[in-house]
């Protein structure tokens, strides 16, 4: 009899123990989870430009200031006249290979940037090694520059247009956005971006919306890559950690709370 309730009370307490270890566990890995998911990185502090510096260079380029909670490129101030370097600008505190990052910009009518990871320093710029989320005034930019002479190189049918490639939240010269998806607010207005980078999938994000994905290094990728605008650059995107950038087209630009997470 006591041999029966010793068995007894030995399964009542493996149960109790069953029970209750995975529900403690799963509490405590979703406060690992939410501790990891929240870690974001803040690469602007509003006030300074700390961290930033342009592209092959251990300076801010001119015409690149902080003011009023913003990390712009003001024209008006005409510092960049009589300056014959690159313009583009990396934060190049810290090289970045997995993650989430997100910015809100806005851009004048007819404006044209673009932001750029991976970026590695010693090309001529950018562009020949770092991928470009797209920022650009849409609407306007076709009507203000002259794309013929450009777009008429890549056999385009209507180059006198801004092309789906050229568009903003683009992957560019690589993906287009869905234009069913994509809600873009007009020149001088905020909009927000976010790119998530993982070896697995890419994907770009405007106004809390998914507009396109990827997979870098596919099949597919690999026939864009190589047919290209990008088939004589032979480093483009071909490193899978570097620097966050900006970049400037020469009219004025507004960036604001930007930050990363790594993933």
Not at 93 to 114: A, H
Not at 220 to 244: L, M, T, V
């Amino acid at each position: 009899m006591k041999n029966t309730l010793a068995f007894f009370l030995m399964i009542l307490m493996w149960s109790a123990c069953s029970d209750t270890s995975p529900s403690t566990a799963s509490a405590e890995t979703s406060v690992e989870q939410v501790e990891v998911k929240n870690d974001w990185i803040t690469l602007f502090d509003g006030q300074t430009t700390e961290g930033w510096r342009g592209y092959n260079s251990k300076d801010m380029p001119p015409g690149w200031t902080a003011k009023d909670g913003m990390l712009m490129f003001d024209t008006e101030l005409e510092l960049e006249q009589d300056y014959e370097g690159g313009r583009d600008i990396i934060y190049g505190t810290e090289e970045f290979d997995n993650f989430e990052l997100y910015v809100e910009w806005k851009i004048p009518e007819g404006g044209n940037s673009g932001i750029f990871y991976h970026i590695k320093e010693g090309y001529g710029g950018p562009p020949e090694v770092s991928p470009e989320y797209q920022l650009i005034d849409d609407a306007n930019y076709a009507t203000i520059h002259d794309l013929k002479s450009y777009n008429e190189q890549f056999g385009a049918a209507e180059p006198e247009k801004l092309q789906d490639w050229q568009s903003t939240a683009a992957d560019y010269a690589m993906h287009t956005p869905d234009p069913a998806k994509k809600k873009l607010n007009p020149a001088g207005e905020w909009n927000s971006s976010k790119i998530v980078y993982t070896p697995e999938r890419v994907e770009h994000w405007l106004n809390d919306q998914m507009v396109l994905s990827f997979v870098p290094g596919s099949a597919d990728w690999n026939e864009k890559r190589n047919s290209g605008k990008w088939k004589d650059a032979p480093d483009y995107a071909k490193y899978k950690k570097g620097y966050i950038g900006f970049q400037d087209h020469g009219s004025s630009l507004w960036f604001r709370n930007i930050k990363i997470k790594k993933l």
